[in-house]
C-alpha cells in the first residue's frame, strides 16, 4: 500500500512563490500517475494538475494555469508542485493523490475516485 506524505506548505505573501512535494514509500512510484488537490476553506477538492507516471503528460488547471507546474523525481520517488504569483484564493490545504493502476485519463483526472491513496495535505495560506 503506498504512502503519500506532503511538505513544503506555509505563509506566504500574495505573488510570492512556494514549492510543495508528495513524497510516496511502500509501492513502486515510477508506476503510478499522480495529481494535485487543494481543498479551501468551505468547498470541495478542486483539480489543479495531474502528471502522468513516467512525466511525459501533464495536465493543468486553466484556473492555474501560467503559474503553478507540476513535476516529478521517480528516482526519489516524488512530486512536486511549483506555486508561484500566488494569489490569497489560493489558501487551501494541499493533497497529492495517487493513481496506482498508473492511468491518465484526461477525461477523468478531475475525478476524485480515479485516485486509491491520498496524503494527509499540507496548508498553503496566501495572505493578502
Known amino acids: 500500500q503506498v504512502q503519500l506524505v506532503e511538505s513544503g506548505g506555509g505563509l506566504v505573501q500574495a505573488g510570492g512563490s512556494l514549492r510543495l512535494s508528495c513524497a510516496a514509500s511502500?509501492?513502486?512510484?515510477?508506476?503510478?500517475?499522480m495529481v494535485w488537490f487543494p481543498q479551501a476553506p468551505g468547498k470541495e477538492r478542486e483539480f489543479v494538475g495531474a502528471?502522468?507516471?513516467?512525466?511525459?503528460?501533464?495536465c493543468i488547471a486553466d484556473s492555474v494555469k501560467g503559474r503553478f507546474t507540476i513535476s516529478r523525481d521517480n528516482a526519489k520517488n516524488t512530486m512536486y508542485l511549483q506555486m508561484s504569483s500566488l494569489k490569497p484564493e489560493d489558501t487551501a490545504v494541499y493533497y497529492c493523490?495517487?493513481?496506482?493502476?498508473?492511468?491518465?485519463?484526461?477525461?477523468?483526472?478531475?475525478?476524485?475516485?480515479?485516485?486509491?491513496?491520498w496524503g494527509q495535505g499540507t496548508q498553503v495560506t496566501v495572505s493578502s
Open positions: 502528471i502522468s507516471l513516467t512525466g511525459g503528460s501533464i
Open positions: 511502500g509501492g513502486t512510484f515510477g508506476s503510478y500517475s
Open positions: 493523490a495517487a493513481n496506482v493502476e498508473g492511468l491518465f485519463r484526461l477525461r477523468v483526472l478531475r475525478d476524485q475516485n480515479e485516485y486509491h491513496s
